[in-house]
């Protein structure tokens, strides 16, 4: 994962609003709701949708109605991501982009799973429990676990694997309350919304190629479509962090990003610490007073999950996550593995 030739990172002007399949309590039906909750961070898909969009605004290609097709093709592809697309997707001059990374200064953090941030032993020298198939296995011991009370999410170090920021250090929570004074029916609305604290960046690494400009600006990104100041940069493969630490047949590995698996991702494995999360793309707007989303549904196995394989079944753990190749392409499905 050192190919990459450009860093983007985007700072948010004011507090954003992310779109996502969790976004929408539900009240009255299955499709809108008067109560909005934002995504703490963009996903993959996101990204992807702003980085078209930047192509195109800074190479003046909007409208797109004036443009030949060719041309938008050779910039951005053919069409946006699709989930479910059997054929290779081509995005034009966006030839891969890396998983969503947090920044501050010149420290990179990658976004775990709440239940693999503290410290956990080995399974072979943790606790004994009974599998699935009936039979007795290790399972790391979950050090400072408690059910009740639950673990912070975290943002972990790429550079000590020992540094861990919690995300209510990074990500500023805010309520807003609202009323659609247009609406012919009852206009009121509550959004739950995010900024980010002082000198907290979000940072994507990306490869392109071609004859492009593309420079900083200001550009208006999410669901609310707020402020946020893009800084562009080229970078060569020293100027990017470590992406993780290879330590040979160690038998276990972690997600940087979501994953879409099979559900037979879990034979290979002995044991994991891991969840799904749902996933759509989605379009944000309004049906009458409320907020709507549409889009195809998907699961994704959660970024920062720790993989334990059995023995021998590492390289067909890594086999499944490299088969979809129009996910990793854009950010999804990556992972290293892991010292323990």
Not at 158 to 182: P, S, W, Y
Not at 191 to 208: D, E, I, M, N
Not at 227 to 249: C, I, M, N
Not at 281 to 299: E, L
Request: glycine residues 8%.
């Amino acid at each position: 994962m050192s190919d990459y030739n450009f860093e983007i990172s985007l700072r948010p002007v004011e507090h954003y609003f992310f779109g996502g399949e969790r976004t929408f309590n539900r009240a009255g039906d299955d499709k809108s709701s008067f109560y909005a909750v934002s995504n703490l961070y963009p996903q993959q898909t996101t990204l992807l949708g702003l980085l078209r969009y930047l192509l195109l605004e800074q190479n003046n290609l909007l409208p797109l109605s004036d443009q030949p097709e060719y041309i938008v093709e050779q910039t951005i592809g053919k069409a946006s991501f699709r989930t479910h697309a059997r054929e290779a997707q081509q995005f034009g001059h966006i030839k891969a982009l890396a998983p969503l990374l947090l920044r501050k200064g010149g420290a990179y953090y990658r976004i775990g799973h709440e239940l693999a941030n503290d410290a956990y032993s080995n399974p072979d020298h943790g606790d004994q429990v009974l599998t699935a198939d009936g039979l007795r296995d290790g399972a790391p011991k979950l050090n400072n676990y408690k059910a009740k009370e639950g673990l912070p999410l975290k943002a972990i170090s790429l550079e000590m694997t020992d540094t861990a920021v919690d995300f209510n250090c990074i990500f500023r929570e805010q309520e807003h309350i609202g009323i659609l004074k247009q609406s012919t029916e009852e206009g009121f609305f509550k959004q739950k919304v995010y900024s980010l604290h002082q000198g907290w960046h979000f940072s994507l690494f990306a490869r392109l190629e071609g004859d492009f400009k593309l420079h900083d600006g200001l550009v208006r990104f999410g669901a609310d479509q707020k402020l946020f100041y893009v800084t562009v940069r080229k970078v060569s493969a020293a100027d990017q962090p470590h992406w993780g630490h290879v330590a040979g047949e160690s038998g276990s590995l972690t997600l940087l990003s979501d994953a879409k698996v099979g559900p037979d991702i879990y034979k290979h494995c002995r044991f994991a610490i891991s969840s799904m999360t749902d996933f759509r793309t989605v379009r944000m707007g309004f049906k009458g007073s409320r907020f709507a989303k549409d889009g195809i549904k998907t699961n994704l196995l959660r970024r920062g999950s720790v993989l334990f394989a059995k023995a021998g079944q590492l390289q067909e753990l890594t086999k499944t996550l490299n088969a979809n190749l129009n996910y990793r392409q854009i950010g999804f499905n990556q992972y290293f593995i892991s010292k323990t």
